[in-house]
T-cell receptor, first 116, second 117 residues
C-alpha cells in the first residue's frame, strides 16, 4: 500500500528566505504527483502536477522536482512571502489501470509559516 | 476557471439524522471524489465516481453512500449520522479529455464542516 510522508510537519521561516518542502512515497510505480496548498478552513488548491516521465515543473516562484526511483519530490519556494503561509500537501496517483487508478494518496502536509 | 461548489460551508446535525452533502462541478469532469479530513489523519478517500451512475469505494466507505445521477453532481449521504462522522468533508473533480490530451489535476471545493451532536 502506498504511503506518502511529508517532513517536517511544520516549518517557520523569515520572509525572503528560499525554502524546500519534502515529500517521499513508498511505491515508485506512480502515474503523477501533485502539490497542493490549503489555507485554514478551506479546500485544496492545486499548485503543480508532475507526470512520472517529468523531472520538474515550475510555476512562478514555485518549482517542484520528482525523483521517482528514489521515491522523493521537493517543492522549492523562492523568496518566501507571508502570503505563502499555508499547509502544503503532496499526493501521488498510482500507475495501475482500472477505475481505482484515479485515486490519490495524500501526505499529511507541512504547515508553513512565513514570518514578516 | 474550474469551479467546484459544495452545498454548505457549515452544517450541524443530530445523531441518527440522514445527511446529504452536495457537490457540483462546472468543467465537465469525468471523475468526482469525496474525502474527509481530520487532524492527524490527513485526507482520506470515502468514495469516488468515474462516470455517471458509477462509484467505487475508497479507503473509508463505512457509514456513507453516494449518488451520481448527473455528470456534474456527486452527493455524499450519511444514512444515520454519528458523532464520529464530525469532520471536514471535501469534494473534488478531475479528468477532462481534449482531443488526445488528458488532464487529471484534481480541483477541490471549499469544504463542508459537519458537526454531529
Amino acid at each position: 500500500k502506498q504511503e506518502v510522508t511529508q517532513i517536517p510537519a511544520a516549518l517557520s521561516v523569515p520572509e525572503g528566505e528560499n525554502l524546500v518542502l519534502n515529500c517521499s512515497f513508498t511505491d515508485s510505480a506512480i502515474y503523477n504527483l501533485q502539490w497542493f496548498r490549503q489555507d485554514p478552513g478551506k479546500g485544496l488548491t492545486s499548485l503543480l502536477l508532475i507526470q512520472s516521465s517529468q523531472r520538474e515543473q515550475t510555476s512562478g516562484r514555485l518549482n517542484a522536482s520528482l525523483d521517482k526511483s528514489s521515491g522523493r519530490s521537493t517543492l522549492y519556494i523562492a523568496a518566501s512571502q507571508p502570503g505563502d503561509s499555508a499547509t502544503y500537501l503532496c499526493a501521488v496517483r498510482r500507475l495501475d489501470s482500472g477505475a481505482g487508478s484515479y485515486q490519490l494518496t495524500f501526505g499529511k502536509g507541512t504547515k508553513l509559516s512565513v514570518i514578516p | 476557471d474550474v469551479k467546484v461548489t459544495q452545498s454548505s460551508r457549515y452544517l450541524v446535525k443530530r445523531t441518527g439524522e440522514k445527511v446529504f452533502l452536495e457537490c457540483v462541478q462546472d468543467m465537465d469532469h469525468e471523475n468526482m471524489f469525496w474525502y474527509r479530513q481530520d487532524p492527524g489523519l490527513g485526507l482520506r478517500l470515502i468514495y469516488f465516481s468515474y462516470d455517471v451512475k458509477m462509484k467505487e469505494k475508497g479507503d473509508i466507505p463505512e457509514g456513507y453512500s453516494v449518488s451520481r445521477e448527473k455528470k456534474e453532481r456527486f452527493s455524499l449521504i450519511l444514512e444515520s449520522a454519528s458523532t464520529n462522522q464530525t469532520s471536514m468533508y471535501l469534494c473534488a473533480s478531475s479528468l477532462i479529455r481534449v482531443r488526445d490530451r488528458i488532464t487529471d489535476t484534481q480541483y477541490f471545493g471549499p469544504g463542508t464542516r459537519l458537526t454531529v451532536l
